[in-house]
Structure formats: C-alpha cells, structure tokens
C-alpha cells in the first residue's frame, strides 16, 4: 500500500453545469474529459473503503478518513490498483457487505494542480468539486488558497457547500435501507431465544455508513436476557461509531416496536428523526422515527453539568 495521500477538498450543487464548464474553461483550465465512476462503499469497521471503478481507466481500492464538515477538508487516504475488480468485490462484499453504491458521471479539469470535477450523479444531481493534491511537506496554506480563488471564479457560494460525501446523501435518501432489511433478516436466524421463541433481528447503519446488527439473546436466568437493540448498539459502540443513523427491527409480530429500554438505549446514539424501520419477515410494515418512539425522552442534555 502506498502512504497516505492528502487532499484539500470542497464541493457544492451545481444549478447550472454548463456555465460552470464555461466559468472554468474561461479561467484557463484545461479539459480532460469524461470519466464514468462506479464506487461501491463496504461496510468498512474504521474509516471509509470504497472500491472505484472507473472507464476509461481501471479500478482502485481507496481507504480513509474524512470529516463531515462544511470547509474545504482534508482527506488522509491509501491507494491500491486492482487488476480484478470484480473478484476482490465479491470477496469484501462477502466478508464486509456494501454498504451503498455511488455511479456518477465525471467532468475532470485541471487548473494550477487543482482537480476541478463537474459531477453527474445517479439518484442525486449535479454537483461541482475541487480537489487540490497536496505537496508531501505543504502546510495546506498554498492549497486552501487555490481553492478560495477558484471558488470565487465558479460561484461556488457557501449556500450551495454540500458537506456530505455523495454516499452519504443517498444512504440519508433510503438507498441502504434494503441492505439493513437483509442483515436484519440474516441476524434473525441466529438469535437465541429458546425460552420465548420470540425471535428478533437488528440491523444499525453508524454515522460512517458502517452497518451492524444483533440479536436478542436469552438465558435460562430470564432476566439476563438481551434485546436484539442492545445486541447491535453493542457491535456499533465496538466499532468505534458513535452514532446511529437509521434502525431496522425484524421479528415474526404484527408489528414488532423496540421495548421501552431500548429506546432509551438507541436515544442514547441517534436523533429525534432518526427513520426506525419496523419489519415483519418479508420486510417493511411501517416506518417511524426516534422522536415518535421517545417522545419527551430523557438524554444527556437533562443531566445537571
Ligand atoms: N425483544 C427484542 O429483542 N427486541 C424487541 O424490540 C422486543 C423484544 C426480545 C426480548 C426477548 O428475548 C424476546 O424478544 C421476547 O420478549
């Protein structure tokens, strides 16, 4: 593997592509022409891991982090050339699972080591990102700098700054939500409940779009007993997430909600509307949110400081 890389990114809607092409083209960028982007998102434990495959060119394995945040970012990241993109998929996909799939449609130019991409993506818009490659020893000034500049060029205004990275604007768009239906279900199986015969799959997707499940575990000491909810949140606190972004709940009941405890305990990691999925084993009956389940919920806002 190779060291890390760094990057000084930023990116934002794009209302208008083919005046941004036209703005960029004007400042003496140069055009290198269309790219089609398919990136598959694993559910990596730490970190993000996405294979990218790319026409023309061939595909990569991409490992790293990234904060969410609305400035220009910097990205720590490993690079590997794959040169059987399809079997290295579906060995991570067996071992890992995905977690989402971004296609887009790329323009790339360059300006002044500045990558300025004009971004078509599938179930999302368009999109314009600025990519500057940092030198090994920079201290980021230089880079920041070239960013500001070109911002102002393309209009790139802070309204339309987009801090989410694309997979996680489709994951908040639903686009995981079958995925965690299937881990929901595979979980299910395993759950050890001799004693109820109650049987209940949970499936989480954490705040890095990593996704975990658990099932309810039981004892023949019937009150050392587990929920399936807290099976989970343990897998996801174990990961090092600290956040819980949506919830599948699967059980064989006409309609299966998390018990009182366990809203408390998904409180404790998730938001007001946070989407809980509520799933007999076919799939979804009904949907509805944190703040419904918990409503006037006590958190850690309420305890004295
Ligand atoms: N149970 C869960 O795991 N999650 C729920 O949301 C409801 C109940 C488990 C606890 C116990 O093992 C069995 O279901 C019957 O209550």
Redesign the pocket.
């Known amino acids: 593997m190779s060291a890390p890389h760094r990057n000084v990114e930023l990116k934002g809607h794009d209302p208008d592509p083919a005046a941004t092409l036209a703005a960029a083209l004007a400042h003496g960028a140069s055009d290198e022409g269309v790219i089609r982007q398919r990136d598959t998102y694993l559910a990596a434990r730490t970190g993000r891991l996405k294979l990218r495959e790319q026409e023309p060119g061939g595909a990569q394995l991409i490992a790293y982090e990234r904060a969410d945040e609305a400035s220009a970012r910097q990205s720590a990241y490993h690079l590997v050339d794959v040169p059987e993109p399809a079997a290295l998929l579906a060995a991570l996909d067996a071992a890992l699972g995905t977690s989402v799939v971004v296609e887009k449609e790329r323009r790339l130019l360059l300006h002044d080591g500045v990558r300025i991409h004009l971004d078509r993506v599938r179930g999302l818009g368009s999109y314009v990102e600025l990519e500057a490659v940092a030198a090994p020893d920079s201290d980021l000034a230089a880079e920041h700098g070239k960013l500001a500049r070109l911002r102002e060029v393309l209009g790139l205004t802070d309204d339309r700054v987009v801090p989410e990275g694309y997979a996680a604007l489709l994951l908040a768009a639903g686009e995981g939500t079958q995925r965690l239906v299937a881990l929901a279900h595979a979980v299910r199986e395993h759950?050890h409940?001799p004693?109820?015969r109650?049987?209940?799959g949970?499936a989480l997707r954490d705040e890095h779009g990593g996704l975990h499940t658990g099932?309810?575990?039981?004892n023949a000491s019937y009150p050392q007993?587990?929920?399936?909810?807290?099976?989970a949140i343990g897998a996801l606190v174990g990961s090092g997430a600290t956040r819980i972004e949506e919830v599948v709940?699967m059980?064989d009941a006409e309609l299966?909600?998390?018990?009182g405890g366990?809203r408390q305990r998904l409180a404790e990691f998730s938001s007001p509307g946070t989407p809980v999925h509520l799933c007999g084993p076919e799939g979804i009956r009904r949907t509805v949110t944190m703040g419904e389940l918990l409503p006037l919920g006590f958190g850690a806002r309420d305890l004295p400081t």
Do not use: I
């Open positions: 759950a409940a004693y109820s109650f049987h209940v949970v099932a309810n575990v039981e007993g587990q929920c399936a909810e807290t099976s709940v059980a299966v909600t998390p018990c366990c």
